[in-house]
């Protein structure tokens, strides 16, 4: 549990912010304080990495630069632009937000009103509120929470309700309220880049001399996690039938449970009459807690199926298709080079 509220709370928030003044990563949602570009790059990066968002988040802005044009776009467009980072839900929650936004007439400028957003938990609404408004809120993040622990130190389960609602009331008291925005950057930065969640930096931080796990050497123990639930393995057969620059493909219907409207390969059982004529290759494609093991295949079929749309090779980009598709059509244009050679 946490023993107490660190007193060198002042110390903590000068040294941190003078070390994150000069060590941050430049980060393109941190050059500017347009709180609409600012909420995009905190939903893109929930349970998302940094080097995966940054070239999603240039695309998106320059395809739906404001909350009017992503309020307004066709959902195929919107999922075509999302596809590939995951947690489709989050792109739809977008905008819905938007188009309540545009409702208001204005972009929320208070945490109750963030937080009453489609897909924006109190995370999001104390990052964008701190961030782009500059109020009193603090985040409590997975690097947040890991740094926490540590410095706390925290030996209870981080996932237990007890002890987050314990690093929330610490994140609260060492917040510095005079640059709320720029102290939970710092925060987050550090638990990015140096309090790691295995084999800490602990020689590069800021505020070791503070840090109780540090002092007890529990460092490499903390946090406290519970047990991940065991992967499960499945396997997958896909096939890829092109004619004349098309390529077969069905679309999840809009109330599936997980990538609703994307576009998929046909898996082998849904096709049991496709004549299979090649195998391209197999790969591995992890989702959650589930790992599929993918073979593909190249078949032929003597005329399109029911359920099942030819789609022009060169339009693929634009259209919301599903990852597990892209990498199985990738493994297959490098098997026919592969051939070829």
Known sequence: MVHQTNTDSAGIRRRLLAWYRKHKRDLPWRR???????????????????????????????????????????????LAAWAGLGYYSRSRN???????????????????SLRALPGVGDYTAAAVSSIAFGLPHAVLDGNVA??????????????????????????EALLDRKRPGEFNQALMELGA????????????????????????????????????????QRGKRLLVIEKAGKVLFWQRPAESSRLAKFWELPEREQLPAAKV???????????????????VSRATVRSRPNGFRWLAKNSLPELPVSTTAKKALALHDQSLRNNAE
Not at 146 to 171: Q, T
Not at 197 to 203: A, G, I, M, S, Y
Request: one cysteine or more; hydrophobic letters at 40%; aromatic letters at 8%.
């Open 277 to 295: 004529t090649d195998y391209a290759g197999a790969f591995q494609h992890t989702i959650v807690n589930t790992t599929y093991f993918v073979e």
């Open 32 to 78: 500017t304080e347009d709180p609409y570009r600012i909420w995009i790059s905190e939903i893109m990066l929930q349970q998302t990495r940094v080097a995966a968002v940054l070239p999603y988040y240039a695309r998106f802005l320059a395809r739906f630069p404001d909350v009017q044009a992503l309020a307004d776009a066709p959902e195929q467009d919107l």
């Open 146 to 171: 890991r740094v926490l622990s540590r410095l706390a130190p925290e030996l209870g389960d981080i996932k237990s309700d007890a002890v987050r609602k314990r690093l929330r009331a610490l994140a």
């Open 94 to 112: 977008l905008q819905k937000a938007a188009k309540n936004i545009v409702e208001r007439g204005e972009f929320p400028r208070d945490h109750s």
């Open 193 to 232: 880049t140096v309090c790691l969640p295995k084999r800490p930096l602990c020689e590069r931080c800021p505020v070791r001399s503070s840090c109780e796990a540090r002092k007890q050497g529990l460092e490499n123990q903390l946090p406290v996690r519970g047990a991940r639930p065991s992967a499960d």
